[in-house]
């Protein structure tokens, strides 16, 4: 899969994807995340890339050329299944949306600034918008970030066995079971016996029930859908 990403603070984005599962989804080449400076794209010598908005208000607009140039530049080289606005009035992001995109090839993300984007540019070139959660950020990337984590390691090959998606809180829309080390006994509070006998069966049954108890006592809107 290829993520690029537009963005007016690559440097943001530096340290996200260089380590950890991302660093191994892009070693093994089954990911590559480019980071491209909306700059470069800049209207004038002054590296211009936000205006005043029309009608007035506080807060700087990103201006249509820079992102439409950029886009038309960067889709010379792929065809994009989604180009996608991180901004907080986008659909709110979860498991199933990550799911849906880790299947694609080539996607587009363009970090907001600012007060946003011009409008037109929604219109004429986004396919997709997402939210990360109902609070605001100062800016796109960070929200990119989650995105592309949360994408990557449902690639094919990305994880293996031992850090499979497959048992993932979201993944059955349950919250995930509690789990223990060693050692059996932490300043006296013991690890639960199922888990220390181990007949696969049993340990499958109860932490299926406390995926149940702790999603009814967390996140009871889980189990209503
Ligand atoms: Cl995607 N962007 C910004 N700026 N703030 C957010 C967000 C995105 N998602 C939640 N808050």
């Not at 607009?61 to 009035?89: C, G, H, R, S, W």
């Not at 849906?100 to 600034?113: D, R, T």
Request: glycine share 6%; net charge negative; hydrophobic share 40%.
């Amino acid at each position: 899969m290829n993520i690029d990403i537009i963005t007016v603070v690559p440097e943001l984005l530096d340290s996200p994807f260089s380590h950890s599962i991302m660093k191994r989804a892009r070693d093994k080449g089954l990911l590559t995340v480019q980071m491209h400076n909306l700059r470069k794209w800049a209207i004038n010598k002054h590296m211009q890339v936000d205006d005043y908005q029309f009608g007035g208000g506080a807060g700087m607009v990103m201006m249509p050329e820079p992102l439409a140039n950029a886009i038309d530049e960067l889709q010379q080289e792929k065809k994009y299944d989604e180009i996608i606005f991180l901004t907080p009035d986008g659909e709110r992001f979860n498991q199933k949306a990550a799911n849906q995109l880790s299947l694609k090839e080539n996607i587009l993300l363009i970090c907001g600034h600012y007060k946003g984007i011009d409008e037109r540019i929604r219109k004429q070139y986004v396919t997709k918008e997402i939210s990360i959660g109902d609070y605001v950020l100062s800016g796109g990337e960070l929200a990119a970030a989650v995105v592309v984590d949360a994408i990557g390691r449902l690639i094919p090959g990305v994880l293996n066995d031992e850090t499979s998606a497959l048992f993932d809180s979201f993944q059955d829309n349950l919250l995930a079971p509690p789990v223990y080390t060693r050692p059996a006994d932490f300043r006296g509070d013991k690890v639960p016996d199922i888990l220390i006998q181990g007949d696969p069966k049993k340990v499958e049954e109860w932490r299926h029930e406390q995926s149940l108890l702790r999603t009814r006592e967390r996140r009871p809107d889980l189990l209503d859908d």
